[in-house]
């Protein structure tokens, strides 16, 4: 039996997600001049968005390996598909639109939920040698990336062509993607998920050290990523000054790119990597890149340091996913799912926490106020603030990962390559 075709479709899953996380916040603008949504409530959105798919994941964590496969991600993939149409329809037909935007994130977000916790796990269990699997897990997260470029590309080209006011087309376009790979997945042949009696019990997964390490790693790796790639357009344009199109597209445009591209290199040569060094290089590396975009008084600096944050963050989310399943090989989707609730909250968190701190600096009555009068000049967007605040994520990133490796090495096991003793 090949899995070719089942391979290909966990790539397009993954350019799914990248849809359903990345359209709404290159769309900020928009509902920002149109709805009038502040930029606490603008955050919130990503909030809801990764809220909806940490509670997804914690339902799915316990039915999955009992359903099997095939199910939760033809589910998802119709949940994405009707997620997006709503967010074309609802703002122009209900009262609130704030309301009708945050309806359809909800939905789409269940689908995005169940692709983060059955894609990795189905690519996990396709046949391969174990030592390759770090890399191919990079290689799957690395089509998050292309297909986050797709979306900035394609989003931004299509508004400037069509105007804003013809935004609600572009969801009824992405949502073509999802449409076409549920249909691939209802043929598509799927490994078997890790029977009950091999599978590793929650119990024992909760109270294990170095597992507990890779959850706060998740949660770190998810706040960087995010809070960097969610708020990177808002910055470039409102807190640089640049036109629309290439704000897109120099921030978080070439954000995701060099993420995928990262992810890729990793994904053909990584597996000989020490993985934890890794992690660790590439929190420090992100720390940089939050502080120069944060405190950065040319804009094309400040951009700089947005861009590269993409490629120091591109290893966080698959490297800690590899790291566990070394660790726990028959953890199942249970532990993936575990992981993806660690790493959606950190993403959820994240990046709110920069859009009300952004918020709290608004006019000379704010709470923080103060804090952005000592940054250079943003025409009052705070978001370098808000950026600046961002910088504990990476941080924690290189403690953790550093505290990873030495509970994985007290018990035995070579994290630094992913990979068992002998």
Excluded at 133 to 144: D, G, T
Excluded at 217 to 229: F, H, K, Q, W
Aim: glycine residues 12%.
């Amino acid at each position: 039996m090949t899995f070719d075709h089942t391979r290909r479709a966990c790539y397009a899953g993954y350019v799914t997600q990248a849809i359903v996380n990345n359209l709404a916040p290159l769309l900020f603008i928009v509902f920002q001049t149109r709805y009038a949504v502040p930029y606490e409530r603008l955050g919130r959105l990503v909030l809801l968005n990764f809220a909806t798919q940490l509670l997804t994941d914690l339902v799915a964590i316990t039915l999955v390996d009992r359903t099997g496969y095939r199910l939760p991600l033809v589910l998802a993939h119709g949940c994405c598909v009707v997620g997006l149409g709503l967010l074309a329809v609802l703002p122009s037909v209900l009262s609130s639109p704030y309301l009708g935007l945050s309806l359809a994130i909800v939905v789409s977000a269940i689908g995005g939920g169940l692709l983060e916790v059955v894609v990795s796990p189905v690519v996990e269990a396709l046949p391969g040698p174990r030592a390759g699997k770090a890399a191919a897990m990079s290689l799957l997260h690395s089509f998050y990336c292309w297909g986050q470029v797709a979306v900035v590309l394609g989003t931004t080209l299509l508004l400037a062509q069509m105007g804003q006011a013809a935004w609600q087309v572009l969801p009824l376009v992405w949502a073509v993607v999802p449409c076409m790979n549920l249909g691939v997945f209802l043929r598509v042949p799927l490994p078997r998920t890790v029977p009950d009696t091999h599978r590793i019990a929650l119990g024992s997964l909760c109270t294990a050290p170095a597992f507990a390490a890779a959850l706060v790693l998740m949660g770190c790796a998810g706040a960087t990523e995010l809070t960097m790639s969610q708020w990177s357009s808002l910055f470039a344009e409102q807190g640089l000054g640049l036109p629309k199109v290439w704000g897109d597209l120099a921030g978080p445009g070439l954000f995701a790119a060099l993420m995928g591209l990262g992810r890729y290199v990793y994904g053909l040569w990584g597996a000989r990597m020490p993985l934890v060094p890794a992690l660790v290089g590439c929190g420090t590396l992100a720390t940089g890149c939050y502080l120069t975009a944060a405190l950065a008084s040319a804009p094309g600096l400040s951009l700089l340091g947005c861009a590269l944050c993409g490629l120091t963050v591109s290893l966080l989310w698959p490297g800690t996913f590899s790291l566990a399943a070394a660790r726990f090989p028959c953890g199942g989707a249970a532990m993936f799912g575990l992981l993806a609730v660690g790493g959606d909250a950190g993403a959820a968190v994240g990046p709110w926490l920069a859009g009300a701190v952004a918020e709290a600096t608004v006019g000379t009555q704010g709470t923080l106020s103060v804090l952005a009068s000592l940054l250079p000049d943003t025409g009052g967007a705070g978001l370098r603030a808000g950026l600046l605040l961002g910088t504990i994520f990476p941080l924690g990133v290189v403690a953790t990962a550093l505290a990873y490796g030495i509970t994985a090495r007290h018990h035995g096991h070579d994290a630094a390559r992913g990979t068992h003793s002998p």
